[in-house]
T-cell receptor, first 114, second 115 residues
Framework: DTEVTQTPKHLVMGMTNKKSLKCEQH?????MYWYKQKAKKPPELMFV???????INESVPSRFSPECPNSSLLNLHLHALQPEDSALYLC?????????????FGPGTRLTVT | AQTVTQSQPEMSVQEAETVTLSCTYD???????LFWYKQPPSRQMILVIR??????QNATENRFSVNFQKAAKSFSLKISDSQLGDTAMYFC????????????FGQGTRLTINP
């Protein structure tokens, strides 16, 4: 089973709203990732959690706030977003061992900021 | 910093044909991983094939195979007997060989398989 789930599938929010994206995996993976993907572009890394600790922050604006409550769950809290933040937000996870290191992606949340 | 270049923005072939997608990368690392991911119009990113840099043998997964040339920093993907379901955006990606690391993606190649 290589399933990563993300909710919601679509989200429309105003610039003053607060919302959260959720990502879940039950593969026992110890690393989880948030990527942002604009139309017709490759994904760009935002954050990496390794063993529930934030290990990489790619200089993401503070209006994006990640949270990893446990090893299976990853959230991305959104506040005071800008229209240019509209994108597909992808979550991924990996086992983080020498033998198993590939990242598995969820279906994404399509975010529109109005 | 690592960079990945895919020189073919779009490709189109007939069903059952063989197609090769190109990828080159630049890195000073000696140990690393390379991947091909597929993203169909439904948008889910799917891992197609992976290659460890320390392995000389080219990876294969059913109809998908790679030609890994470490000295030339080249990592092409060959799809044999192409099928309509292979229509997708294909991304080549690089990752360092140490812990949880970011994937560095190329710009992608949009592949269309025509009936």
């Amino acid at each position: 089973d290589t399933e990563v789930t993300q909710t919601p599938k679509h989200l429309v929010m105003g610039m003053t709203n607060k919302k959260s994206l959720k990502c879940e995996q039950h593969m026992g993976h110890r690393a989880m990732y948030w990527y942002k993907q604009k139309a017709k572009k490759p994904p760009e890394l935002m954050f990496v959690y390794s063993y529930e600790k934030l290990s990489i922050n790619e200089s993401v604006p503070s209006r994006f706030s990640p949270e990893c409550p446990n090893s299976s769950l990853l959230n991305l809290h959104l506040h005071a977003l800008q229209p240019e933040d509209s994108a597909l937000y992808l979550c991924a996870s990996s086992q983080e061992t020498v033998e198993r290191y590939e990242q598995y992606f969820g279906p994404g949340t399509r975010l529109t900021v109005t | 910093a690592q960079t990945v270049t895919q020189s073919q923005p779009e490709m189109s072939v007939q069903e059952a044909e063989t197609v090769t997608l190109s990828c080159t990368y630049d890195t000073s690392e000696n140990n690393y991983y390379l991947f091909w991911y597929k993203q169909p119009p439904s948008r889910q990113m799917i891992l197609v094939i992976r290659q460890e840099a320390y392995k000389q043998q080219n990876a294969t997964e059913n109809r998908f195979s790679v030609n890994f040339q470490k000295a030339a920093k080249s990592f092409s993907l060959k799809i044999s007997d192409s099928q309509l379901g292979d229509t997708a955006m294909y991304f080549c990606a690089f990752m360092k060989h140490s812990g949880a690391q970011k994937l560095v993606f190329g710009q992608g190649t949009r592949l269309t398989i025509n009936p």
